[in-house]
């Protein structure tokens, strides 16, 4: 399975969301890979967000080495399910969807609810973390 994290900055979520995502599976044995993007390019080719890294080290989980990348259009191949954090992310994957298909990999991570950016609010960090690690652990219940 492999499972493509998106938020728009790819600096606080999606960051979280991929070394969480990959730590979870790792440790219940699956062979799962996972990746992360964004949908806006500031950050392009930058490490994640120092709180992010932190909240996440709080953890037991190193997201220091990931890169920051753009989406693009040829992630509806590369992976088999698109997890956005929001619903503007979501409406920024679809508008590249080519068809049904693509449109039908792309899933809000928290099924009916968003995960906040916390880019603003330093308190958000540890918050969004759990978050994140919540729908993380619903989506091996219902993949794995
Ligand atoms: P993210 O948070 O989407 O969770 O990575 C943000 C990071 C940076 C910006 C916005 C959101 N920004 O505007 O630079």
């Not at 999606?14 to 964004?38: C, K, Y």
């Not at 500031?42 to 996440?56: E, F, L, N, Q």
């Not at 928290?110 to 973390?129: H, K, W």
Request: proline share 3%.
């Amino acid at each position: 399975m492999k499972i493509l994290m998106v938020c728009l900055g790819n600096i606080c979520r999606s960051p979280l969301a991929e070394g969480i995502m990959q730590h979870l599976a790792n440790e219940a044995g699956l062979d799962w890979q996972i990746d992360s993007a964004g949908t806006g390019d500031w950050h392009i080719g930058r490490a994640p967000d120092r709180r992010s890294i932190k909240a996440a080290a709080d953890q037991g989980i190193d997201i220091s080495k990931q890169v920051c990348r753009l989406f693009r259009e040829s992630d509806f191949d590369d992976f088999d399910l698109i997890l956005v954090m929001d619903k503007s992310n979501l409406a920024n994957v679809l508008a590249l969807a080519r068809n049904i298909e693509d449109r039908g990999k792309v899933k809000l991570l928290l099924g009916d609810s968003i995960v906040p950016d916390p880019y603003y609010n330093d308190t958000q960090f540890a918050p969004v973390f759990k978050l994140i690690e919540a729908g993380c652990k619903k989506i091996i219940k219902v993949y794995s």
